[in-house]
């Protein structure tokens, strides 16, 4: 296999045009620098991450941090929010496919978040056709023609473009450092840095970021030293990169003061990632026997421990001048117009207790899903571009307690079999490259996929039964993934079971389900079988 050296970076896939369009000598060296500046932090920093969780996993429960009181208590606001981002009510994600960047982009949306991380499955040639299509967009050349030859290209004002990175865990396995793979995250932040800070900045706009699976502000302290060493190896002034970070695990909900502070420079809000916080819940507090999720279906954010962590969010930014965005509606528009009515509806009711809350704007699956969204924060805005004046000083305390409260609802045969199904198809759809995928009405990507098998993973650990009685054993289990992978090849058909990888899938899902140390990402074995 041919390798193209650097000094310290060795590349394991031959470079061809398309490599030679991201990966210049500049951009390689920047690379470099970043990875030989901050490889060791980061495996301090995932080290750190599994003292915490042997803690959890021994009986303690996660709380707010003693020695950070006076961050919480003081009187300090994050840096100025640049104007192309002060109004953020709709934002759209997607993975960062040509024509989906494309319809994104021209969605009626504000902002569109373009994913390398949940939505996209990292084979190679996908990170490097990601990296050339947001390039593409940011200097407005971007086009695609389809089958058909119907033309997609961006209209006239398309929305803010902001890159979500891969997180701390994920690595980019075809460039090594040391022999050993780099960090996806800084392979992802500097080529897309490199690739477009000058023009966005041009153009009035900004390299902007979203940071997903955060769990303490070490982590925060990290990215916002990498942001300022990428700002001074560049000449930019302190604050030119701006980020919004995800608060989509269990331990960062505990430090969201701390990670604003830590990254005050940088930072212009918090997002609240429902999907990954439910599997963030599932998976830090897997051994405690008394915090076993009922159904996915019932965990909706009217549960006490999602409302709690939706109020403490928008008042922890609101106090600090840095937006509080809502979470992703996940459903899909329907053909059936009877069932389309449904999913507007849910949509609705979903979006309606968000900009109520004090939300400053929503996440959406799909541009069709975006008027409804836009109306509802249109409606609730009025004149204002956020909701930044609401600062939910009325509240009471939000403790510990409330945010780990456990949550009602029944485990069902029905919703143990939704879950294998869906797994087994996300995963079939995530090692054949692609990441984002619709099953039975909703958009589904890794978060929702995680929240699908490590319910069952922790059934089967605490030995519960159904609501049918049926006790939730190993067995069981294996014997209802061989039936509803006979119903998957029903509903997809011969023809598509055969030329798939379902039998692929549903043996990971085996593997990642039945062992006894639960699997943090299905992600990292997922990354196994991809090129």
Known sequence: MQQILTTQLTFTKPFDDEENQVLSPESIHFLESLVTEFSDRREKLLEERVDWQKKIDEGVLPDFILET???????????????????????????????????????????????????????????????????????????????????????SDPAVLIARVRGLHLSEKHVLYKNKPISGGLFDFALYFHLNHKKLLAKGSGPYFYLPKIQSYHEAQWWSDVFSFSESYFNLPKGT?????????????????????????????????????IFSYIKTL??????????????????????????????????????????MSAFIPSKDPQQNQLVLDKVRSDKELEANNGHDGTWVAHPGLADVAMKIFDTKLGERQNQLSVLREEDEEITAAQLLAPCSGERTEEGMRANIRVAVQYIEAWISGNGCVPIYGLMEDAATAEISRTSIWQWIYHEKSLSNGKKVTKALFREMLKEELGVIKQEVGESRFSQGRFIEASSLMERITTQDDLIDFLTLPGYQLLD
């Open 241 to 277: 990169i701006k980020a919004t970070v995800l608060i989509e695990t269990l331990p960062a909900v505990f430090q969201m003061d701390e990670i604003l502070y830590y990254l005050r420079h940088h930072i212009v809000g918090l997002n609240c990632g429902r999907w990954d916080y």
């Open 69 to 155: 009181s006076s961050i919480r208590e003081g009187e300090w606001k994050v840096q100025e929010i640049p104007d192309d981002l002060k109004d953020r009510r709709v934002e759209i994600t997607g993975p960062v496919e040509r024509k989906m960047v494309i319809n994104a982009l021209n969605a009626n949306v504000k902002v569109f978040m373009a994913d390398f991380e949940d939505s996209l499955a990292p084979a190679w040639d996908k990170v490097i056709t990601g990296q050339i299509n947001l390039r593409d967009a940011v200097d407005g050349s971007i086009s695609y023609i389809n089958e058909h030859g119907k033309r997609y290209e961006l209209k």
């Open 286 to 327: 897997k051994n405690h026997p008394d915090r076993v999720l009922p159904d996915r279906q019932s965990v909706t954010m009217t549960q006490p421990f999602l409302s709690a962590y939706s109020r403490l969010l928008i008042k922890t930014c609101h106090k600090r001048g840095a937006f509080a965005m809502g979470g």
